[in-house]
């Protein structure tokens, strides 16, 4: 058998290149993964959060936390989950120590005990960026530091932001704030770097109970978009005008 | 007209040209209206691929299966299937690389964030398993008995 020096070469280079493909750069990906990493018009990330079947651990408070590196013990936070407790005298009771951080260990309510048979209601309710469809933080920002992708999602451009503060003020649902190490206006990104690569949010897979999904309302098929179009939702504070894209099932109107 | 006069105004004009051309080495050659309008679209387009760039951390449970099949697999049997392994064991990151070795939080207040008995009616949380913190062998950690990969009564 005849080889000569230019086939010999060849067959090298290739069996080289052909053997530094990775393993994973093989695998086969879906539609929806394609679809969510070119982020046009063609998706339009929502948010589903089930009230009913929230239990308050706040593993997705921490999960968020240490994702996107918000510093852990300083009190702000992407992401938190509340506790509402109305009694039978028609007072509701609030709380959400450190955002929920650390779960719902004890009835203990702001340094009060409530009586378990006084409860006529109580739940639990988490809280996010609303990724709004006419975001009142966008409308106010004087340098184009924060904007809208394609795809709907509200994110804040660190290099550019001067930390005015405007956005902060703005935002109807008290989800911005300041970062404490980046010094910039920060808030809930959907996780854009992992739905952008098909995964679901830190939260959404620390969620045990399925109390958060994420989706594609552009999607038909999409499970979050079928609940959305034909179950009874809700969003917050509806009268502003922003266009929420975070729905809830199960609100209550004492949630604020 | 009088040279004095006129002197002002090239001042002003030179400050704008400046101005422009200062402009125009600082702002980004990608900076402009790339979303729907001028009012939310106004932005560094290189922005979106940093934001895309960011670490991803906690990685799922798929991952852990690849080396730990055999523990994914006795939890995937359990009530505490949906449960993801880094709730407890933190995120992977470059698990096993870096870090070599994970923290595991075996502490009761992990276990407390759900099984805490709260009599919360219209929630998941009163129709949990859960017992009174103070009264239920306190000094314990939940693990010397519960196994938390497969926490049913057999496993006790």
């Known amino acids: 058998m005849s080889c000569s020096r230019r086939k010999f070469l060849k067959t090298t280079i290739a069996g080289a290149a052909a053997a530094s493909v990775p393993l994973s750069a093989l695998k086969f990906i879906s539609p929806d993964e394609v679809r969510a990493s070119v982020g046009d018009e063609k998706t339009r990330w929502v948010f589903l959060v089930d009230t009913q079947k929230c239990v308050g651990c706040g593993f997705c408070v921490k999960a968020c936390k240490l994702e996107n590196e918000v510093p852990y013990d300083v009190p702000v936070t992407r992401t938190w989950v509340e ?93 911005r704030f300041f970062h404490p190490v980046h010094k910039v206006a920060e808030k809930c990104t959907f996780c854009y ?13 620390a969620c045990s109970f399925g109390a958060r999904q994420i989706g594609n309302l552009k999607d ?16 917050l504070k509806d009268e502003y005008g922003t266009k929420p894209q975070v729905f809830y099932i199960g609100l209550d109107k004492e949630v604020r | 007209m009088k040279n004095h006069a006129l002197r002002p105004l090239w001042l002003a004009l030179a400050l704008v040209g400046t101005i422009l051309i200062v402009r125009h080495f600082l702002v980004p050659k990608d900076f402009g209206v790339h979303g729907r309008n001028f009012t939310y679209g106004f932005h560094r387009l290189s922005s979106i691929d940093e934001w895309k760039a960011f670490t991803v951390k906690y990685k799922g449970k798929e991952y852990c299966a690849d080396c730990h099949e055999e523990k994914v697999q006795e939890n995937l049997k359990s ?22 070795k994970l923290v595991v939080e075996r502490s009761r207040e992990l276990c407390l964030r759900c099984h805490a008995k709260l009599e919360y009616p219209n929630s998941n949380r009163g129709s949990l398993k859960g017992v009174d913190p103070a009264s239920h062998n306190p000094e314990a950690v939940c693990s010397e008995c519960h196994n938390p990969h497969k926490p049913d009564r057999e496993g006790l």
């Open chain 1, 83 to 175: 506790r509402y407790v109305v009694t039978r005298d028609g007072q509701t009771h609030i709380d959400s120590p450190d955002g929920g951080r650390e779960g719902y260990p004890t009835a203990k309510m702001n340094d009060e005990v409530i009586d378990p048979k006084e409860i006529s209601k109580a739940f639990f309710v988490p809280k996010l960026c609303n990724q709004c469809q006419n975001p009142a933080c966008v409308q106010v920002c004087p340098v184009g530091a924060t904007y809208q992708t394609l795809d709907g999602v509200v994110l804040i451009d660190r290099k550019w932001c001067i930390g005015c503060g405007y956005c902060v003020m703005a935002c109807p649902y008290g989800v």
């Open chain 1, 193 to 205: 770097h992992r739905i952008s690569q098909g995964l679901k949010t830190a939260c959404v897979d």
């Open chain 1, 220 to 235: 038909p098929n999409d499970p979050v978009t079928r609940v959305i179009m034909n179950e009874r939702v809700a969003v």
């Open chain 2, 79 to 100: 009530k505490h299937r949906d449960i993801q392994c880094e709730n407890c064991h933190g995120p992977a990151l470059e698990h096993p690389d870096n870090p070599e």
